[in-house]
């Protein structure tokens, strides 16, 4: 990677962009084919994908520039169909490179396993029953997924709770082994669920209770991704406010979702917009990362802030984030989907841990993104400006005319469909 700084990208048309990515990433003709035909993803390999296809659906591929993290240019692939967010995430990103860049880092890639047992005769005794028989458990869980031990992985621990245990629960009792799977660049869901129904009749057989539900937690707290950036105030200046204040006024909207969960969602959905994008665009699981996320938004009691945001003892502004990050460089789509395998290429990644950093200092720069807007002209001023040429496209505009009735919209401050058609038909005339 040469950098992933390229200004006046957005300038160019196109083809342009893709010749100069080329040079860029030294890709030579062949790798950028899947982006240059109409249907990268034939019907075919869909249709081995999932059930029922009848086609495929498509989405914008843009490019987040700019990115430093831990020292490594980044170029990174964004599918999302909602304006601004490539433009506001690469505009974030380079201010955060003008102060060193992102740092990142991320736990072991730890993966959850659950059976559920119900009916035991007695909790306590099945409870210590299964931790006698730990090490066989966790032998027969590898014994089911060989080949991701060989790749150094696999289970290496469990631990067994009892729900319910109050009398006055309105549910009854049920004991919960969770398994902990070391899933490598894998996401991890087919590896975990082959071993809970492995071992499932061996808990069943120990505990004297019936198992029902085995499958894999999506609550993935024990692989965890962080991201932080550093800015001095003098960055983050722009029109008639200071860098101070808006320093201020992105830590004050820190302090509202933090209290309020009301703002949290949609503060929060924000923070998903970066991090939605890229893991898609890598034929990563979202629904997974998603759900993930905003259980760990909840963890404490309430649901809060997947940021943080606040002025340190210098007067930097100070951002950090850590989430769940369930992600994979291998198996899925990631494998058989030519635009995820691409975007993994294009952003030189080496594997799933590096992928998980990568994708949550998209999520602290999109969420600084709104924030820096909120706190100074108002969320609508730059993302009503790229809206409008959406809006002139579904009121039949083509070609020029496109930025043309884009601006006028922009210009006279009215940004709808009925207004986009008149101007179209007074263009035609």
Same mark, same amino acid.
């Given at each position: 990677?040469?950098?992933?700084?390229?200004?006046?990208?957005?300038?160019?048309? =196109?083809?342009?962009?893709?010749?100069?990515?080329?040079?860029?990433?030294?890709?030579?003709?062949?790798?950028?084919?899947?982006? +240059? !035909?109409?249907?990268?993803?034939?019907?075919?390999?869909?249709?081995?994908?999932?059930?029922?296809?009848? #086609?495929?659906?498509?989405?914008?591929?843009?490019?987040?520039? $700019?990115?430093? =993290?831990?020292?490594?240019?980044? =170029?990174?692939?964004?599918?999302?169909?909602?304006?601004?967010?490539?433009?506001?995430?690469? @505009?974030?990103?380079?201010?955060?490179?003008?102060?060193?860049?992102?740092?990142?880092?991320?736990?072991?890639?730890?993966?959850?396993?659950?059976?559920?047992?119900?009916? +035991?005769?007695?909790?306590?005794?099945?409870?210590?029953?299964?931790?006698?028989?730990?090490?066989?458990?966790?032998?027969?869980?590898?014994?089911?997924?060989?080949? !991701?031990?060989?790749?150094?992985?696999?289970?290496?621990?469990?631990?067994?709770?009892?729900?319910?245990?109050?009398?006055?629960?309105?549910?009854?009792?049920?004991?919960?082994?969770?398994?902990?799977?070391? &899933?490598?660049?894998?996401?991890?869901?087919?590896?975990?669920?082959?071993?809970?129904? *492995? !071992?499932?009749?061996?808990?069943?057989?120990?505990?004297?209770?019936?198992?029902?539900?085995?499958?894999?937690?999506?609550?993935?707290?024990? +692989?965890?991704?962080?991201?932080? +950036?550093?800015?001095?105030?003098?960055?983050?200046? &722009?029109?008639?406010?200071?860098?101070?204040?808006?320093?201020?006024?992105?830590? @004050?909207?820190?302090?509202?979702?933090?209290?309020?969960?009301?703002?949290?969602?949609?503060?929060?959905?924000?923070?998903? $917009? #970066?991090?939605?994008?890229?893991? !898609?665009?890598?034929? $990563?699981?979202?629904?997974?990362?998603?759900?993930?996320?905003?259980?760990?938004?909840?963890?404490?009691?309430?649901?809060?802030?997947?940021?943080?945001?606040?002025?340190?003892?210098?007067? $930097?502004?100070?951002?950090?984030?850590?989430?769940?990050?369930?992600?994979?460089? =291998?198996?899925?789509?990631?494998?058989?989907?030519?635009?995820?395998?691409?975007?993994?290429?294009?952003?030189?990644?080496?594997?799933?841990?590096?992928?998980?950093?990568?994708?949550?200092?998209?999520?602290?720069?999109?969420?600084?993104?709104?924030?820096?807007?909120?706190?100074?002209?108002?969320?609508?001023?730059?993302?009503?400006?790229?809206?409008?040429?959406?809006?002139?496209? *579904?009121?039949? *505009?083509?070609?020029?005319?496109?930025?043309?009735?884009?601006?006028?919209?922009?210009?006279?401050?009215?940004?709808?469909?009925?207004?986009?058609?008149?101007?179209?038909?007074?263009?035609?005339?």
């Amino acid at each position: 990677m040469k950098s992933s700084r390229i200004p006046g990208f957005y300038n160019l048309s =196109v083809e342009q962009r893709r010749d100069l990515l080329k040079n860029v990433l030294d890709f030579s003709s062949e790798d950028l084919d899947d982006l +240059c !035909i109409n249907q990268p993803l034939s019907t075919e390999t869909a249709d081995k994908m999932i059930e029922n296809v009848i #086609g495929t659906f498509q989405l914008p591929l843009g490019l987040g520039l $700019n990115f430093l =993290v831990n020292g490594k240019e980044y =170029v990174i692939p964004m599918a999302i169909e909602e304006a601004s967010v490539v433009a506001s995430a690469s @505009h974030i990103a380079k201010i955060v490179r003008s102060a060193g860049g992102f740092q990142t880092n991320a736990t072991e890639r730890i993966m959850i396993g659950q059976i559920q047992v119900i009916g +035991c005769p007695n909790y306590q005794v099945a409870k210590q029953d299964l931790l006698d028989q730990k090490e066989s458990l966790i032998k027969a869980a590898n014994a089911a997924y060989p080949s !991701i031990v060989n790749r150094g992985g696999g289970a290496g621990d469990l631990d067994i709770r009892i729900l319910n245990e109050e009398s006055n629960s309105k549910y009854g009792q049920m004991l919960v082994l969770h398994i902990y799977v070391d &899933t490598r660049d894998a996401m991890g869901a087919n590896i975990i669920n082959t071993m809970v129904e *492995a !071992i499932a009749p061996i808990v069943e057989e120990i505990t004297k209770g019936k198992v029902y539900l085995r499958i894999l937690s999506n609550f993935a707290d024990k +692989c965890l991704a962080r991201a932080r +950036c550093v800015i001095p105030p003098d960055l983050l200046a &722009t029109g008639d406010y200071s860098g101070e204040e808006v320093r201020d006024g992105v830590v @004050h909207a820190y302090e509202f979702a933090e209290s309020d969960p009301y703002r949290a969602v949609t503060h929060n959905k924000g923070i998903m $917009n #970066g991090i939605d994008p890229v893991v !898609i665009a890598t034929g $990563n699981d979202w629904r997974a990362v998603e759900a993930g996320a905003h259980a760990y938004a909840s963890r404490h009691g309430s649901y809060g802030s997947m940021t943080k945001w606040f002025k340190d003892e210098n007067g $930097n502004l100070v951002g950090e984030i850590e989430l769940p990050m369930s992600v994979g460089t =291998v198996g899925g789509a990631t494998r058989v989907h030519p635009l995820a395998k691409l975007s993994l290429s294009i952003m030189d990644i080496k594997s799933a841990k590096e992928l998980a950093q990568v994708i949550v200092a998209v999520g602290l720069a999109q969420n600084l993104g709104a924030l820096k807007a909120l706190a100074t002209d108002g969320i609508q001023k730059g993302h009503m400006a790229l809206h409008s040429r959406s809006v002139a496209i *579904a009121a039949g *505009a083509s070609g020029e005319m496109i930025d043309i009735i884009a601006e006028k919209l922009i210009e006279q401050k009215e940004i709808r469909v009925g207004k986009a058609k008149e101007l179209v038909e007074m263009y035609k005339k």
